[in-house]
Every structure is written in structure tokens, then in C-alpha cells.
């Protein structure tokens, strides 16, 4: 469903005016709640799963960066790892670990 309506939303962009602050408001909430459902599922998913969030994201960033659009910059990042809870920051922020911010 997250990604039909980022896609979607990538076809309307054009057609949106960037004057009304609320068009990349949409997106912002909508980049947030998939990252938290990324979140919320189990630490393991099926391999083919987690390959096509990283494709799709990678797309769908690229497209709206053309426009300057970052509001998907936080899935971006998930998707650059094996898994959501894969991500250093958020594995350290887990394990209440201090950040060593010079390794990444």
C-alpha cells in the first residue's frame, strides 16, 4: 500500500504546486509511517521482500530528488542496509550503545 502511494504520488507530483507547503508535507508523513512499519515487522524478512522495498526506494528517491524532493531520505537510508533494524544508529540506539559517529 506504501508504495502504491509513494508511486502515486510521484505521478502527481508534477501537477502539484510546490507553493502549497502541505504537497511535500504528504510525503514527509507518508516516508514516516512507512518507516514505521518497517519497524514494527519481524527483524528477518523474506529476502525478495526486503530487495524489492530496496529498488523501489532507490527509484522513487532518485525521481524526487530530481525535483527536490528529500522527504525520502529516511527510507533511503533504511534501504541501504539488509534490514531496517540493520542500521547502526538505530541497532546503537537499541542497545542504548553511546554512537561512534567517526565509523560511519
Request: with cysteine.
Amino acid at each position: 500500500v506504501y508504495m502504491q502511494a509513494i508511486h502515486g504520488y510521484i505521478k502527481a507530483r508534477p501537477y502539484l504546486t510546490s507553493e502549497c507547503e502541505n504537497v511535500a508535507f504528504v510525503l514527509e508523513r507518508l516516508a514516516l509511517s512507512y518507516a514505521e512499519l518497517l519497524l514494527c515487522l519481524p527483524p528477518e524478512l523474506p529476502e525478495n521482500r526486503w530487495k524489492e522495498f530496496q529498488s523501489f526506494i532507490q527509484m522513487a528517491h532518485t525521481k524526487l530528488m530530481q525535483n527536490g524532493s528529500h522527504q525520502l531520505h529516511i527510507l533511503s537510508v533504511l534501504a541501504q542496509e539488509d534490514g531496517a533494524w540493520k542500521n547502526p544508529v538505530l541497532r546503537n540506539i537499541l542497545s542504548q550503545e553511546l554512537l561512534d559517529w567517526d565509523k560511519g
